[in-house]
């Protein structure tokens, strides 16, 4: 069936450092993908979205790239600091609506 | 505004119990959701609404009621609690399917 996956499950760099985390996506007609981030104990908290007739988008410290043509999402997170530390998922919007979300990538920033 | 709010925040049940998970937004959110989040996983979608009186099935509906009877509510009903049904349950909500959702902090069910 139509899923959204990541590549890695977990990521470590370095206190400064950027990171990229990596999303592929399955279902071509998706056509709203959305990153969160979420702490243990809490809730998915929104990071960013992107709408499928773009190809960037940018927030503080937080930038999206979506590849349409191999169905490939990705977050870069600029200067990381040991605050990003948290598991991050994409999500994209699939037919009648629904947000169906990835497995998810742990980030562990060193210091 | 509280923004999605989730009660109760813990439940223990015995199983074959039954149960209503409340979720309310005072945010007039046309859309909301209910996901499931086992352990080291992802978040499954259960049941989720486009608005009052209409309710669709996601990922993993078996075993779930929902009705949306006010833009306000959303309760997730298991009819009969089963092990398997351990987990987290969070209830989001946005304006539309293509907004960012907001997610109320999530119910740690444990059906013994």
């Known amino acids: 069936g139509e899923s959204v996956g990541l590549h890695l499950p977990t990521l470590s760099v370095q206190e400064g450092d950027n990171s990229i985390i990596n999303c592929a996506y399955s279902?071509?007609?998706?056509?709203?993908f959305i990153w969160y981030k979420q702490e243990s104990g809490k809730g998915p908290q929104f990071i960013i979205d992107?709408?499928?007739?773009?190809d960037k988008r940018q927030g503080q410290r937080v930038t999206v790239l979506l590849n349409k043509t191999v169905k490939h999402l990705s977050l870069q997170i600029a200067a990381t600091q040991p605050g990003d530390s948290a598991v991050y998922f994409c999500?994209?919007?699939?037919?009648?609506?629904?947000?169906?979300f990835g497995q998810g990538t742990e980030l562990s920033v060193k210091p | 505004n509280a923004g999605v709010t989730q009660t109760p925040k813990f439940q223990v049940l015995k199983t074959g119990q039954s149960m209503t998970l409340q979720c309310a937004q005072d945010?007039?959110?046309?859309?909301m959701s209910w996901y499931r989040q086992d352990p080291g996983m992802g978040l499954r979608l259960i049941h989720y609404?486009?608005?009052?009186?209409?309710?669709d099935q996601g990922e993993v509906p078996n075993g779930y009621n929902v009705s949306r009877s006010t833009t306000e509510d959303f309760p997730l009903r298991l009819l009969s609690a089963a092990p398997s049904q351990t987990s987290v349950y969070f209830c989001?909500?946005?304006?539309?399917?293509?907004?960012?959702?907001?997610f109320g902090d999530g119910t740690r069910l444990s059906i013994l």
């Open positions: 945010m007039n959110h046309e859309y």
């Open positions: 989001a909500s946005s304006f539309g399917t293509n907004q960012p959702q907001h």
């Open positions: 609404s486009v608005g009052a009186g209409i309710t």
């Open positions: 279902n071509s007609a998706s056509d709203y």
């Open positions: 999500a994209d919007r699939q037919q009648g609506g629904k947000l169906i």
């Open positions: 992107i709408r499928s007739n773009m």
